[in-house]
């Protein structure tokens, strides 16, 4: 390293953990340079000595980026905290230090990025570069066409309006939603909005890329041809975080934009089911449980599509 660069990509670089894990690390006050605690946005020249709740980092040598997409089944937790029982980094057991891009519930399944790169992170999360997540979803009773106008419309939950989106329904108890956002556990509060109970949550694509091919519990790295279209997607994009308002900040995401259009005609649906208050998020699944504890992080030889 010849120049100076900014704090948290250096903490990034490093393979401690994503660019916006650092920034939390950062204003928690748990990182020192020089022995002096550190503010978000400080340059890190080479001669500096870094230090992250305890441990000293380094930017490592610049090794080819890896990106990983994994059939995530129920049962393993996107975290990358060792002492968390089934977590994605043990389940996939890489030599490579990596992390996840964003979360999937710990009883949802399907596909998930994991890369030792913290730049990219934000980049696809962040809501306002509008890239897609897509899918599949099975309530627990029959799906009206009022359901999926007004679920695509904008829900009110964590004190916000959920972005616009859009849903197909599949079948009678089966749709697909696109969405551009992640709020914590987005799907599953929305359709309990609703009076709907999620039985089984599958994401099925991110960006350009889909879960087809990829065996339950599986993991395959990313393709050359996928990584160029996937950086042309990323190309204009900003790599800052959402801000976070308090009731999302407390569930550990990030909210929709105030300034929604569709919150001026947010639905109003709790009058028709007095019961729906009653009703916990996210009821017991009796979908596909992936049988998570049989497995541990096998490669897939499947390729990515051309």
Known sequence: MHESIRLNKFISDSGYCSRREADKY???????????????????????????????????VQEDELYIALNKPRGITSTTEKGVEDNIIDYIGHPRRIFPIGR???????????????????????AGNQHQKEYIVTVDKPITDEFVECMAAGVPILGTITKKCIVEKLSSNVFKIILVQGLNRQIRRMCE????????????????????????????????????????LLKDSSGEADRVSPKASAAGQKPANKSNPAKKKAPVQ??????????????KSNGNTGKANNFRGKKSNSRGRK
């Open 26 to 60: 950062i204003e928690q006050g748990s990182v020192f340079i020089n022995g002096v605690r550190a503010k978000v946005g400080t340059q890190v020249g080479p001669r500096d000595t870094v230090v992250v709740n305890g441990h000293t980092v380094q930017r490592k």
């Open 104 to 126: 999937l519930d710990k009883d949802s399944q399907g596909l998930i990025f994991l890369t030792t790169n913290g730049d990219i992170v934000n980049k696809i999360l962040r």
């Open 193 to 232: 909005y609703f009076g709907y109970n999620v039985t089984k949550l599958e994401r099925t694509r991110i960006m350009n890329i889909e879960l087809k091919g990829i065996p339950l519990g599986e993991w395959r790295e990313l393709t050359d041809e996928e990584m160029r279209t996937m950086n042309e």
């Open 270 to 283: 709790q009058k028709k089911n007095p019961q729906q208050k009653n009703r916990p998020f996210g009821s």
